[in-house]
């Protein structure tokens, strides 16, 4: 290898960003050249401008390149192709099949996320992630029985939970608040916003180090902080009133993990807000249980009901009766 040669590796390299391939999926053409890491080396997979079959795609992720990579321009470019067409999934979420456009926007909602967790400041991604969610939680709202499909279809995507994890979790929330007819629509739509950006917080930490069943005792803590976190991201950014930034503060209520404040002192004895930070912590554990992480199986609804009554079974049990009938009702048609 000569001289220039070695040079126009290590520039290729320096320029180069990672992403995940799922961002690929689903465009006509992509707008970038993407690259593959293989054999200690970058190499040229597919062309920009160029059909690419999901099939191809998924040929990638079975060889283990489920992290492509592009310049840094062309990644912007593949950035706001996603962005327009969630865009514009949003805009004509109610012509034509709905079930459909749900499907869609589930999966670009997800993709938007991971841009967020990359940039948290970016008040592009916030406002159209927003106004998305917004759609999103009107047809749950008016449309109960289509959260099991929808739940099974998006849990089946493949996303990185991380990014998955908000959604399954608040179309679970969706339906319980809504079964407990305690909340009108408005009510409901603002806590669906309010669960699922609980855990923006989360992007202070590297996302391919929540692959690790040990995290550093740094990111433990930054971790534990994230409810806070999440707070200090949205404060005045979207339009959540005092009380649901304190449900977003108070999410992990029932949680083993640390709880802190904002001077990192230990907060003991922390008292629930109410009963939707309850139903917001409890959807958030049952769906985060019963789903596979890299590094544990997934339990059943059982065994994660189980858990939820040892928690709050005796302190709650009117809030219990509605958790355990919403999830049977929700179950029953998969339940072997
Ligand atoms: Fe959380």
Known sequence: MNALDIFRKSHLALNLTPFTI??????????CDVFIFEDGKFKHS????TY???DTLKEMIERGHTIVFASNEQREELKELQQNTLRQVTRSFSMGDTYQNCKNQLNLITINL??????PTDD???????QSLKVLANFLIKNPKMHEPL???YAAQGHHYIFAQPLLSSIFLVGILKTSQLYNDKDIENFFITSYFKDIGMSAIPIDKFDKENLSEMDKVLLAKHPIISARILQGRIQLSPAHMKVIENHHTFSIIDKYDTDNQHIKNLTVTGFETLMVNVCDIVAAMISTRPYREALSIFEALEKIRSHIGSEYPHEFKIIINYFRNFFTTSVR
């Open 151 to 153: 739940y099974r279809y």
């Open 46 to 49: 597919l062309y920009r401008g």
């Open 22 to 31: 799922r961002e690929l999926f689903n465009i006509p053409t992509t707008p």
């Open 114 to 119: 991971r841009y967020l967790f990359e940039d």
């Open 124 to 130: 592009n991604a916030l406002n159209l992630q927003y």
């Open 52 to 54: 690419v079959a999901n």
